[in-house]
């Protein structure tokens, strides 16, 4: 299983980012997909998931609003569209799928793609 994250980079308070995740190795469009955040010197955290449909969607409560959550399982990816983004946004984000297909939350994690960072300078 591999899940290649990328779109991370250096941008200002309020400005916005995309972020992408391609998956391979996996039935991507029959899983949960979701994305998790790791500031410096904190653990990681839920950002957002979302149903193998496209259908439901959940997250954090510190980015509902800003964020938003997506996928094209035609092409195997997943996005994660940053707006208004904020220094405590500032973290190494990573994609995950859950093996199952089940919308449970939170979110059962069992596949990690390797983080891309994200720096938001105030």
């Known amino acids: 299983v591999q899940l290649q994250a990328s779109g991370g980079g250096l941008v200002q308070a309020g400005g916005s980012l995309r972020l992408s995740c391609a998956a391979s190795?996996?039935?991507?469009?029959?899983?949960?997909m979701g994305w998790f955040r790791q500031a410096p010197g904190k653990g990681r955290e839920f950002v957002s998931a979302?149903?193998?449909?496209?259908?439901?969607?959940d997250y954090a409560d510190s980015v509902k609003g800003r964020f938003t959550i997506s996928r094209d399982n035609a092409k195997n990816t997943l996005y994660l569209q940053m707006n208004n983004l904020k220094p405590e946004d500032t973290a190494a984000y990573y994609c995950?799928?859950?093996?199952?297909?089940?919308?449970?939350?939170?979110?059962?994690?069992?596949?990690w793609g390797q983080g891309t960072l994200v720096t938001v300078s105030s």
């Open positions: 995950a799928a859950a093996r199952s297909s089940l919308w449970t939350m939170p979110m059962n994690a069992d596949y």
């Open positions: 979302i149903s193998w449909s496209g259908g439901t969607t």
């Open positions: 190795g996996i039935i991507f469009g029959n899983k949960v």
